[in-house]
């Protein structure tokens, strides 16, 4: 299993232009995120999905959009790209049980999109 | 609103010696908390995690108890390797959607 995989792994781009971050997950997990690590912080949510056609705004959504077609990808996209998020970006799933109880799962990341805004 | 506090690094440590990365938190309701290590060029991965008060989660030597008199997670292991060199989170988790609130990181550096 691949578990989560993220494409590209790096990525400039110049300003107002757009582009998708892939995130495919092949763990047959229900939630799915998407953060942003900027240097020297911590990760800060920017969308989340808790299942097919369903998506809900984190901490710092403003200059992004996702979709949740399958379960298995979570694309984000950037429309008019911003030096602000030049970042390193995570996607990660979760398998979203409630067995142990709210906010108990364990998410797991793949390893990131830098991506740099000139 | 929720946050997390964790000390802040980076901590540089000779292999064999004693960690603690302290790691406080404000929640409302009643978070599970967690440690997430991101080693070099990598992801994040869960560390170790405690679901409720007094709970101690452990894993590779690491532990940490939730005390929730003091609002506290804090990382300790006993003996520390040039393998653990890192960066340590500590994240609390909350809701249906388990969303996470990390804290800013903590660099660990072990040296021979």
């Known amino acids: 299993n691949a578990g989560v995989t993220q494409t590209p792994k790096f990525r400039i781009l110049k300003i107002g232009q757009s582009m998708t971050l892939q995130c495919t997950q092949d763990?047959?997990?229900?939630?799915m995120y998407w953060y942003r690590q900027d240097p020297g912080m911590g990760l800060k949510l920017i969308y989340y999905s808790v299942g097919a056609g369903i998506t809900d705004k984190g901490e710092v959504p403003n200059g992004y959009n996702v979709s949740r077609s399958t379960t298995e990808d979570f694309p984000l996209r950037l429309e008019l790209a911003a030096p602000s998020q030049t970042s390193v970006y995570f996607c990660?799933?979760?398998?979203?049980?409630?067995?142990?109880?709210?906010?108990?799962?364990?998410?797991?990341f793949g390893p990131g999109t830098r991506l740099t805004v000139l | 609103g929720n946050s997390v506090t964790q000390m802040e690094g980076p901590v540089t440590l000779s292999e064999e010696a004693f960690l603690t990365i302290n790691c406080t938190y404000t929640a409302t309701g009643y978070p599970s908390l967690f440690w997430y290590v991101q080693y070099p060029g990598e992801g994040l991965q869960l560390l170790l995690k405690a679901t409720k008060a007094d709970d101690k989660g452990s894993n590779k030597g690491f532990e940490a108890t939730y005390r929730k008199e003091t609002t506290s997670f804090h990382l300790e292991k006993g003996s520390v390797q040039v393998s653990d060199s890192a960066v340590y989170f500590c994240?609390?988790?909350?809701?249906?959607?388990?969303?996470?609130?990390f804290g800013t990181g903590t660099r660990l550096q072990v040296t021979l």
């Open positions: 994240a609390l988790g909350t809701g249906t959607a388990s969303k996470l609130t």
């Open positions: 990660a799933t979760g398998g979203g049980g409630l067995a142990g109880g709210l906010g108990t799962d364990t998410q797991y």
């Open positions: 763990m047959n997990h229900n939630y």
